[in-house]
């Protein structure tokens, strides 16, 4: 997939998913071993502009499920923001451990909608 493919890919679930007010910027990186799923990941900066980075070698298929999984984690944004907002007001000996928590149910969410999309497609192709 070109950086153009991935770009066009990703607006498309910006798109889809009605999240018009982010600025998405994306980026393909060199490099090898960066072919899975847990390769690209998304930077959120100020405002609504997030940068969504992946691995040029991996496959189009595994760019096409990074582009989903990646979207899906600006579509959660403002929720775990605000849980981690909620989280700093914590004891310090907790908050750690519940800033992990949120990461880790976000990032199981994510992986459960991109594996129940990528499915429906399937069905429907
Ligand atoms: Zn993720």
Redesign the pocket.
Same mark, same amino acid.
């Given at each position: 997939m070109t950086e153009k493919q991935f770009h066009r890919e990703v607006q498309r679930w910006v798109e889809r998913f009605r999240l018009q007010e982010w600025d998405v910027q994306t980026e393909m990186l060199e490099g090898e071993g960066v072919s899975n %799923?847990?390769a690209s990941?998304v930077l959120f900066y100020k405002g609504h502009l997030a940068l969504i980075a992946t691995g040029k070698s991996g496959s189009a298929e595994d760019q096409q499920l990074s582009a989903l #999984? %990646?979207v899906l #984690?600006i579509a959660l944004h403002r929720l775990s923001e605000i849980a981690h907002r909620v989280a700093k007001k914590l004891p310090e000996e907790l908050r750690a451990e519940i800033d992990e928590q949120i990461q880790m149910a976000e %990032?199981a969410t994510?992986?459960r909608l991109t594996r129940g999309i990528t499915e429906l497609l399937e069905e429907g192709s």
């Open positions: %799923e847990d990941q #999984h %990646e #984690h %990032e994510v992986i």
